[in-house]
């Protein structure tokens, strides 16, 4: 079968496309057949190892969100049949409770091989049957963009209809963060480098946006949005350099989840008015699959639509990385094997 591997040093220099021998499923695993999958921007920070320990070792197969469909099942196989379209889970070990450090370690892409082969061997635990409606690319986009902005809102943020909630960007996470946020009834305003990307998020129904390039103290811009009271939930997607901004606009109580380091992994940031507002900075790392499933009924009940900005070829797997480097996508980038 035709595969994407790093192999022999880490880099993307040594990103090939190559084979391996077909798999076969064992008992209690299933084979799929890959269908699609999509990038997120920790793909781009794999190949250089930059998740340390959690990348895993020589060769891997890389990118962790894909679907498939089962074309071979193992002895003793009954949570999905032949047939069944399914998206593997981005965290293979956290089915569902507290996170810990064993659940932490089972990311797809890295250190698990991840999606872009042509076949794949997974645990039947580890994969989940996918809404009808979505195409393959759009099923592709959910195991870990759109799992973490439910997390932060739904499974841990408890968002409610009538929150006022910020998401930062147009990427992958922030779109799912606004179409979820606006399932739920909740306000929701965007930030964003671009005009023309705030206008298309308008469309999908945000109710305010800024442009942080035009804006750069963009927490003072938003206070009228919020009438003075702040904002009740912050997606923080920049990290080191708008952590501090969004300190001064979240409202007392409020929470931040934190979840991306665009802008820096370093906080420099006023402890003193996360004590005194009382502020809740709550991390997330994706999600179970617990949620993922929850979340998939969701998507299904509401016919919920990814935003997929462009779709290249499985060979094309570097122009896609490049792509989603340059910060030009609206939403998610795909691939179809
Ligand atoms: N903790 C987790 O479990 C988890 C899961 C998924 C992703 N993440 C992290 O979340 C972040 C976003 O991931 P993604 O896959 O959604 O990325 P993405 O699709 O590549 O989105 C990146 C977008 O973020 C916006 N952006 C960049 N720098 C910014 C800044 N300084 N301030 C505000 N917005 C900025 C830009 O949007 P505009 O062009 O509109 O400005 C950019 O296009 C990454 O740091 C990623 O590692 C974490």
Not at 255 to 280: D, E, H, K, P, Y
Not at 311 to 329: C, I, P, R
Request: charge should be neutral; include cysteine; aromatic fraction near 6%.
């Amino acid at each position: 079968m035709r595969v994407f591997q790093i192999e022999g040093g880490w880099g993307l220099d040594h990103l090939v496309l190559s084979s391996r021998p077909d798999p076969r499923p064992g008992a209690g695993e299933v084979l799929l057949r890959m269908k699609a999958a999509s990038l997120n921007y920790r793909d781009l920070v794999v190949p250089d190892r930059g998740y340390g320990q959690y990348t895993g070792t020589l060769p891997l197969i890389p990118i962790s969100d894909g679907v498939g469909e089962v074309v071979e099942v193992g002895a003793g196989v009954s949570r999905v049949a032949v047939g069944d379209r399914v998206c593997p889970s981005f965290l293979q070990r956290w089915v569902g409770g507290e996170l810990n450090l064993e659940r932490i370690t089972g990311s797809l892409g890295g250190p698990i091989d991840g999606v872009m082969a042509d076949l794949m061997v997974l645990p039947e635990g580890g994969v989940c049957r996918v809404p009808e409606h979505l195409s393959d690319v759009q099923a592709a986009t959910l195991p870990c963009a759109a799992l973490t902005a439910w997390s932060a809102l739904v499974t841990e943020g408890g968002l409610r209809a009538g929150d006022r909630l910020l998401v930062q960007g147009t990427g992958g996470v922030a779109l799912f963060a606004l179409q979820f946020a606006k399932m739920a009834g909740a306000h929701v305003t965007v930030i964003s480098s671009s005009d023309d990307k705030l206008a298309r998020a308008r469309a999908l129904g945000a109710d305010a946006g800024i442009n942080y390039r035009s804006e750069p103290e963009w927490a003072r811009a938003s206070r009228a949005i919020t009438d003075g009271a702040g904002f009740d939930h912050i997606l923080e997607l920049g990290g080191e350099k708008t952590l501090p901004q969004s300190l001064r606009c979240i409202r007392p109580g409020g929470t931040v989840s934190m979840i991306g380091v665009l802008s820096g992994g370093t906080m420099s940031a006023s402890l003193g008015l996360i004590v005194t507002r009382q502020v809740r900075l709550q991390g997330i790392t994706v999600g179970s699959r617990d949620g993922f499933e929850a979340m998939l009924r969701a998507i299904g009940q509401h016919r919920l639509e990814p935003i997929v900005d462009r779709v290249f070829e499985f060979a094309e797997l570097k122009d896609a990385m490049a792509y989603l480097a340059s910060g030009a996508h609206f939403g998610k980038v795909c691939l179809r094997h």
